[in-house]
């Protein structure tokens, strides 16, 4: 690394509130990569995007934040530019010396990002003599910073990057048995594929939120106002043939939190699922199917839990999440295997502090349900591999620490690759694991 420009993609879309950052964890994650090229001697030149600017300028969207983080996360200044192209910005990253980084503009300020721009790209690979891809939670998304700068620079993945992929292929290739992922959020449309994979690798699912609703109705029962999807209620009773078929166990709620709005201090209470009324709103599983819930999970060895069980912006409305996060917790602590995704499930765990506890807490949302279904992941398929499964993908260390001894692994220079046009995937919103 000594001595060499790395233009690092990381995955700092984080959640802000009043131009405040509400949960640092995607830059914390990226911490260990930054520090390793640093510490290695390179220059460090950090490319990310923030929320969905469509390729103009907002000034809410700006990277500012996120650089005051890290800032104080490594205790390195962290100066950004005021766009990710232009002359200032070619001038920052020309006096940087070893040792020194600096955070472009959201990137997505500019249109040829998510359309993967060879031009944009091109220029963006000028900053660096290699790149860096740690951005997991955007491996998903095929755009000038993520896959289409590869095709200029010898490419690498990140510290971050091989954790998630580690950790996740970990709990699709060899779980300890039996596992069981509980699968929760607003809509089944976004997880339909990852439960169709999910099916055949688990012993037992476990299904709360806008997603177990959709569930209730393709099992016979009525659900008032709750959400739910029509359209996926084909989908839901195919998987639950499936889970039949193969002998799967599916958890359903068996009572709820029903509400006559969805929204705080309104009139709630609890009633079984068999007898939803039909003016109200189910926003919450009720405490029966929490003792269910838990009697489950007690001979369970590994957990994936992604999506809240119920509409858990609401505190109200947050219990049965907050109570699995506390079971979690427990599984975790007997020595479980339990790996958690989705922004939600995460928060719930920080709040009752037993986040550090989980196994590993994935940075993806989007990404981490696409890696499970087993698609390609764009941001990872640049990175050059042996063959195309995940199990042979070489991980080449960016830490001077790492068993081996090596700095870094030399490869051969690299040659143009033909630019992976963004997925119509792109403009799918899969952002949300909210059920308001
Ligand atoms: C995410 O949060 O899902 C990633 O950062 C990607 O963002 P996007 O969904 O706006 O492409
Ligand atoms: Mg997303």
Redo the contacts with the bound molecule.
Sequence with gaps: MQGQRVLLRV?F?VPLSDGKIVDDSRIRAAVPTIKALLDGGASVVIMS?LG?PDGRVVDGLRLRPAAERLTQLIRVNVPTTGDALGVGTDDAVRRLRPGELLLLENVRFHAGEERNDPAFAERLASYGDVFVNDAF??AH?AHASTVGVAAYLPSYVGLLMEQEVEALSNLLEKPARPFAAIVGGGKVSSKVAVLEALIKKVDLLILGGGVANTFLVASGRSVGKSLYESKMVDDARRILKLAQDRGVRVLLPVDGVVAKEVTRGTEFKVVSTDKLPASWHMVDLGPASITAIREALAPIKTILWNGPLGVFEIPSFAVATRELAKVAAEKADAGATVVVGGGDSIAALRQLGVAEKMTHLSTG???SLEFLEGRDLPGLAVVPTAGSPYETLPIIYVSPVKPGGKAAAKRAPAKPKPIIKPSAL?DED??SDTLA
């Design positions: 995955d879309n995007h969905r939670g955007a998304r949302g989007g990404a792109d899969d952002e």
